[in-house]
């Protein structure tokens, strides 16, 4: 199968962006990333108010907004890879009404490097590439210089982040856990050592 379609899980920080650009790049599928959509239409004016509300506070997007965003991009996709959704059990019903899944992956990362991972990391505004000031900076000073760091990547709304992936995520976790769909990967190696892990589950699972 040439466009698999993969739902790829982790708590913010677990490498999500990183292995889902990557897969999309490998496979040449759509990278559908509802943290980007959400930030590029902060101010849009939904019936529950605008996303930027709920973001600065940590929370989550109320669903119909996201699932809108979502079965739009899957439409549209011929084999993608999803990013930061679904993110609580209604959201994967609704995902599994519209769609058929190839793979699940979780991302595995412990709470103390999530924290870390999110506090340094910055990105820049012009390319929009990722760094970590302390992992990876950029070797360019005058990239070093206009760097930002996302509203929410404070260490404080980390910290609210990671709460709320406990509550709501998680137990999107166990339920694909449970019907044997999930594969599990160690998201504490570097990122080639991830990716080599990534590649192989994604293959095995569309092999088989
Ligand atoms: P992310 O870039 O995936 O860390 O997402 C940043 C923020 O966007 C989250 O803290 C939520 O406020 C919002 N968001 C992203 N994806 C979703 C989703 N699937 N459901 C609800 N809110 C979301």
């Not at 993969?6 to 982790?10: D, K, Q, S």
């Not at 897969?23 to 759509?30: E, F, K, R, T, V």
């Given at each position: 199968m040439a466009t698999p379609r993969?739902?790829?899980?982790?708590a913010p920080g677990a490498g999500k962006g990183t292995q889902s650009a990557?897969?999309?790049?490998?496979?040449?599928?759509?990278?559908?990333?509802?943290?980007?959509?959400?930030?590029?239409?902060?101010?849009?004016?939904?019936e529950y108010g605008t996303p930027r509300e709920f973001m600065e506070a940590g929370e989550l997007v109320p669903d119909p907004v996201v699932n809108e965003i979502v079965e739009a991009a899957i439409d549209e996709a011929d084999g993608f890879v999803l990013d930061g959704y679904p993110r609580n059990r209604s959201q994967a019903e609704y995902l599994e009404s519209i769609t058929d899944l190839d793979a699940v992956l979780y991302l595995e990362v412990s709470d103390e490097e999530l924290i870390h991972r999110i506090a340094g990391r910055r990105l820049d505004p012009e390319t929009n590439d990722v760094y970590h000031v302390e992992y990876n900076p950029p070797e360019d000073p005058a990239v070093e210089d206009r760097l930002v760091q996302r509203d929410?990547?404070?260490?404080?709304?980390?910290?609210?982040?990671?709460?709320?992936f406990k509550e709501s995520t998680l137990p999107v976790v166990e339920h694909f856990d449970a019907t044997g769909d999930?594969?599990?990967?160690?998201?504490?190696?570097?990122?080639?050592?991830?990716?080599?892990?990534?590649?192989?589950?994604?293959?095995?699972?569309?092999?088989?």
């Open positions: 993969i739902m790829l899980l982790g990557n897969l999309a790049d490998h496979y040449g599928i759509d990278h559908i990333t509802t943290g980007d959509a959400l930030r590029a239409n902060k101010d849009m004016e939904t929410d990547d404070t260490e404080e709304m980390a910290q609210e982040r990671i709460g709320v999930l594969v599990r990967i160690d998201g504490e190696q570097s990122p080639a050592a991830v990716w080599s892990d990534v590649r192989a589950a994604v293959d095995a699972a569309i092999d088989a």
